[in-house]
């Protein structure tokens, strides 16, 4: 299961509430998997777990593992592993170029082959000539492209998508939601997504994993 993301016998608790019970699940690379309930069924937890930022006063056990590497206690920026929330994110103070510049691997070394990554990255978000933009002069279908090939840059190893379509009206949603979709499959990333909202699960075309409330 080279580089799949894998989910081990976890359990999740606060103040005595279960809200994870044992949850065993593998998502391929290129596959997406979705994570489903009403809120506060935990969906946001699980993703705090495994990308690594769990607050103290939740209790877990498990594993998370990125194909044979246990991943588990690591600290998040060692990881590997890329989060898109609902919110952008994106720094106000950087111009759009700036902000996927933040996000660059630090393999990419030299400041040409910086900002040829960054060119690349907006070309393929449709966004070319716009290294300069300030962040509030973008649309909110625009945010959301710069976001992501943010978190892209990055080089994951898999991608966690803490509902990140919600905020965005039907046409949009769409059109972002297979955005990220595609780019998650070509790059070959397993990826999973939090949502409540049954047309995301049914574009995502995986496996789907209830949460009770």
Known sequence: MTNALIIRSTSISVGGKM????????????????VMGPSGSGKSTLISFIGGHLDSSFHATGKVLIGSRDITDLPAEQRGIGILFQDDLLFPHLSAGANLAFGLAQSVSGREARRQRVAEALVEADLSGFEERDPATLSGGQRARVALMRTLLAAPKALLLDEPFSKLDSDLRREFRRFVFDRAIVKRLPVLLVTHDASDAEAANGRIVKLAS
Do not use: F, H, K, Y
């Open 19 to 34: 809200l994870v019970s044992n949850l065993d699940l593998v998502v391929e690379p290129g596959t997406v998997a979705t």
